[in-house]
């Protein structure tokens, strides 16, 4: 009998809620007994090759890209897990919403105290994905099934959320796995 499959990506984020996925230390193990990962870092692969049980997403959408990924994996994932604050809220990243995006480009490629750009060049590359004139979390862009708080959220909220639902249990996860002080 086959594993279910468990995808993750990271968006616009800092790939800390990552870094907490591998804090699970030693329940790794487990948890490869328990899955087959598909597109994710972990293994390196950069496209779902088949439908999956669950997939966790980091980080918001800033750009093209981004939203073509998560509409991938809306579309290929069973389950859809919205993890830390860039995905849940917009995070870091969506602090510049309040900035016109082309202050944010002029600051970023002409402006910027750390800046040398004489010709005032910003990129144009068609592989550059273009960006968005917001950033914006998860949810607004596609339907979400479980928000998992936090930046990043703890390995044992990680744990618990993607043990419960691969058992078939009901998501509970308790105050202390929720809160952060």
Same mark, same amino acid.
């Not at 948890?31 to 328990?34: A, F, K, Q, R």
């Not at 862009?141 to 099934?145: A, E, L, P, R, S």
């Given at each position: 009998m086959s594993k279910p499959r468990v995808a993750t990506t990271s968006l616009a984020g800092c790939f800390g809620c990552h870094m907490? #996925?591998?804090d699970i230390d030693e329940r790794i193990l487990q #948890? %490869? $007994? #328990?899955v087959d990962f598909d597109r994710s870092p972990i293994d390196d692969i950069k496209h779902i090759s088949q439908r999956c049980?669950?997939?966790l997403v980091e980080g918001g959408c800033c750009n093209e890209e981004n939203v073509h990924v998560l509409h991938e994996f809306r579309e290929n994932c069973d389950v859809l897990i919205s993890f830390g604050d860039c995905a849940t809220m917009g995070g870091i990243p969506a602090m510049r919403n309040n900035i016109p995006l082309e202050e944010c480009i002029n600051e970023a490629y002409?402006?910027?105290p750390t800046v040398y750009n004489p010709e005032g060049i910003v990129p144009q *590359?068609? $592989?550059i994905p273009l960006l968005l004139n917001k950033v914006y979390p998860c949810h607004e862009?596609?339907? %979400? *099934?479980y928000f998992l708080p936090?930046?990043?959220?703890?390995? *044992?909220t990680l744990w618990a959320a993607l043990t419960a639902l691969l058992t078939d249990k009901p998501v509970e996860l308790p105050? $202390? #796995?929720?809160?952060? *002080?």
């Open positions: 907490s #996925l591998l #948890l %490869i $007994e #328990l049980a669950v997939g002409r402006d910027g *590359d068609p $592989e862009v596609v339907k %979400i *099934d936090g930046c990043p959220p703890s390995a *044992d105050y $202390e #796995l929720l809160k952060y *002080d």
